[in-house]
């Protein structure tokens, strides 16, 4: 007669761990995020035209709110930023996947005895901060630059290009050169994981390299391909450095501009915290449909 297992005790040992990193998001998420609610939802001095929080949500005032939320329409005047933040983030978010995949797959699968020198170059960018990366492209790309005398063939023509004044692609570039190591790290990570008796098994079922690739490596990384480009698109919503170091033009000006402006404006901070919480709905939606896709993609496994 087979006896009943016994019911395995709750282990306490998880929740003890979990509990500095549950602290730290209520500290430093939770915390500032009600902080800008308050300010949002908040008044505004008459007086000196500054943001006057208020605490209490039963007395919320959603006027700035409203504000921002009709003029991000197709009549509205936010809404050509939104459009151009989409389409470069979008635009950046691909070249930084065409671009890092392939360095990210060479040196997971192929990269042998050198694995550790190429990953140690992918983190070195890390080491130098974001502005000094851009503003080397500043010198790159003035008038008197390297790209320009380049172009004119080392001083035979005169291209007479001026890439820092409003030019979309130096955006989409910039951005793209200043997120992709976000990218190749997450591909590194998710491709070095992957079950290589998995990939010999489609070999040996008769499948030659490019195949191979296609219907066995692709699928069996996608989630990792999802949760880089995720990583790397999510911070290019609130960026708005890259675009004043390159171009500073209005014509270029992104939704972290937009921020970044009613900021510094006095009386509109109520509307630069509004936008803050547009971006961060517009970031949490695809977050939680990865984990969904995630969440499933598990089950489906087990």
Request: charged share 10%.
């Amino acid at each position: 007669m087979l006896k009943a297992r016994p019911r395995e005790r709750p282990n306490r040992l998880w929740p003890v761990l979990a509990a500095p990193g549950v602290g730290w998001l209520l500290l430093f998420f939770l915390a500032p995020l009600y902080v800008v609610l308050a300010i949002v939802f908040g008044q505004r001095d008459p007086v000196f035209r500054t943001a006057v929080p208020v605490w209490n949500p039963l007395q919320w005032d959603p006027t700035q709110f409203t504000y921002v939320l009709t003029r991000i329409g197709p009549d509205g005047v936010y809404f050509p930023a939104l459009v151009r933040t989409v389409v470069y983030v979008a635009a950046a978010s691909i070249l930084c996947l065409c671009i890092a995949f392939p360095v990210a797959y060479y040196v997971s699968r192929l990269a042998g005895r050198h694995k550790g020198l190429l990953i140690a170059l992918l983190i070195a960018p890390f080491w130098i901060s974001y502005m000094m990366r851009m503003l080397a492209w500043v010198n790159l790309l003035q008038n008197d630059g390297l790209f320009n005398w380049m172009l004119s063939f080392g001083g035979l023509f005169d291209p007479n290009v001026d890439w820092l004044t409003g030019q979309p692609v130096v955006v989409v570039l910039g951005l793209a050169y200043g997120y992709v190591p976000y990218m190749i790290l997450p591909l590194y990570a998710g491709l070095d994981r992957l079950s290589q008796s998995m990939l010999e098994a489609s070999r040996d079922l008769g499948a030659n390299r490019v195949s191979s690739f296609v219907r066995v490596t692709l699928p069996m990384c996608r989630p990792t391909i999802m949760a880089a480009v995720l990583l790397t698109c999510l911070p290019m919503l609130g960026d708005y450095f890259t675009n004043d170091l390159l171009s500073a033009s209005p014509k270029t000006a992104m939704v972290g501009n937009l921020i970044n402006d009613s900021v510094q404006a006095p009386g509109q901070t109520g509307q630069a915290g509004a936008f803050v919480m547009l971006v961060l709905i517009a970031t949490v939606v695809p977050m939680i449909y990865y984990v969904r896709v995630t969440l499933r993609g598990d089950e489906v496994r087990t």
